[in-house]
């Protein structure tokens, strides 16, 4: 009986000096102050033959992140990657916005994207939150790794006012490394 | 000028030698406004909680409430306006120690274990605005967090406060209470 006891404590002493963290910030967390979250649509940009279009993310890092508000600006922007893209985007409804972030290959598991705007202080705010899942044991932490990993996305957004301004704003694991 | 005017007003009215400080605090329900802040901005919330100190123990505990639950009304140029209700109520159990439990001024430190629920509801009839803004999320979690009290015994029953607890949801969010209010205080007849 006193073994078992023993062995039940040690368990547990052993099982809490390991856990798993998390630092995606659950949708609809508390933004404080005067924001709301926009309907975002994730956007596939297309070319003639009607295949989503096709490129690296990681090959334009980091200066990839980009937002477009006009239909010039777009073409200029997708024709440069491929000549043959087409643009259906009704630029009198929506915005676009694309972003790349980088992270540890392997300790990634989801993404989380959110655009939030604030009629009082003008402005719009892209977060995006990388998804980790990680074991630490003892302060070893098994998200350290020397690869690393690169997403991108293009999302649509509602058209904003005129004289608001759009920031990103990027949280991931290994963004400034 | 009118705070200072109305703080130096209350020090007056206290008659310093009529406080039996000895006489430590029990229990003290109190009430007063808090302010959530997160990396994107601050809200108002309602504070009502209550502590308790066990007889002959530095050792307290505290059961707080926040509370906001308002329709915060907005406009969006070309478009119009609408509302859109927001709710945030923050429970949390505090454990910790009462620094000076027989002076005037008093300073608890301790953790505790937080509740939090928000949620957020777009109320407009503006199909635009239904099309461009999410109609609304329900979020709750459960945190530990650190909390620290600053109270002065302004009379024997009453005392003011001011209290912080705080904790990390995510990176970049970190979350913190500051809170600040009146209590009444019911006094223990411990030794």
């Known amino acids: 009986m006193k073994y078992t006891i023993t062995y039940i404590v040690t368990c547990i002493i052993l099982s809490s000096c390991c856990w798993e963290s998390n630092s995606i910030v659950p949708k609809g967390y508390p933004f404080g102050g005067e924001w709301q979250e926009l309907e975002i649509v994730e956007y596939y940009p297309k070319i003639k033959t009607g295949i989503t279009f096709f490129h690296n993310p990681a090959y334009h890092y980091p200066i990839f992140n980009k937002t477009i508000r006009d239909s010039n600006a777009c073409n200029k922007f997708f024709k440069a990657l491929d000549s043959n893209y087409i643009n259906p985007i009704d630029f009198a409804k929506y915005d676009l916005t694309s972003f790349s972030v980088k992270t540890h290959s392997n300790s990634v598991v989801d993404f989380q994207s959110r655009v939030l705007i604030n009629h009082k202080k003008e402005k719009c705010i892209l977060e995006v939150r990388a998804l980790t899942k990680s074991c630490h044991l003892f302060g070893v932490s098994t998200t350290a790794s020397n690869e690393f990993a690169y997403y991108a996305k293009y999302l649509l957004f509602p058209k904003l006012p005129q004289g608001y301004k759009f920031e990103a704003k990027i949280y991931a694991p290994a963004e400034n490394t | ?191």
Not at chain 2, 106 to 130: C, D, F, H, P, Q
Not at chain 2, 157 to 180: C, K, M, P, Q, W
Request: charged share 15%; with cysteine; net charge positive.
């Open chain 2, 1 to 191: 000028m009118k705070k200072i005017l109305f703080i130096s007003s209350i020090l007056c009215c206290t008659n310093i030698s009529s406080i039996n400080i000895h006489l430590p605090i029990a229990f003290q329900p109190y009430i007063g406004i808090s302010r959530m802040f997160t990396s994107l901005g601050g809200t108002n919330l309602l504070q009502t909680g209550l502590y308790y100190n066990p007889k002959n123990t530095i050792l307290f505990i505290q059961v707080e409430n926040n509370l906001h639950h308002l329709n915060h009304k907005y406009d969006w140029p070309g478009v119009g306006p609408y509302k859109y209700q927001r709710h945030i109520n923050n429970t949390v159990i505090n454990f910790g120690v009462n620094l000076f439990k027989r002076k005037r001024f008093s300073a608890l430190i301790g953790i505790g274990y937080n509740y939090t629920e928000t949620s957020g509801k777009l109320i407009s009839n503006n199909e635009t605005i239904k099309r461009n803004i999410s109609k609304g999320y329900f979020n709750s979690f459960h945190k530990a967090s650190i909390c620290a009290t600053v109270s002065y015994r302004i009379k024997n029953f009453v005392s003011v406060y001011a209290n912080y607890h705080g904790f990390e949801v995510a990176d970049g969010y970190r979350t913190t209470f500051i809170g600040l209010g009146l209590g009444y205080n019911f006094l223990s007849e411990e030794l």
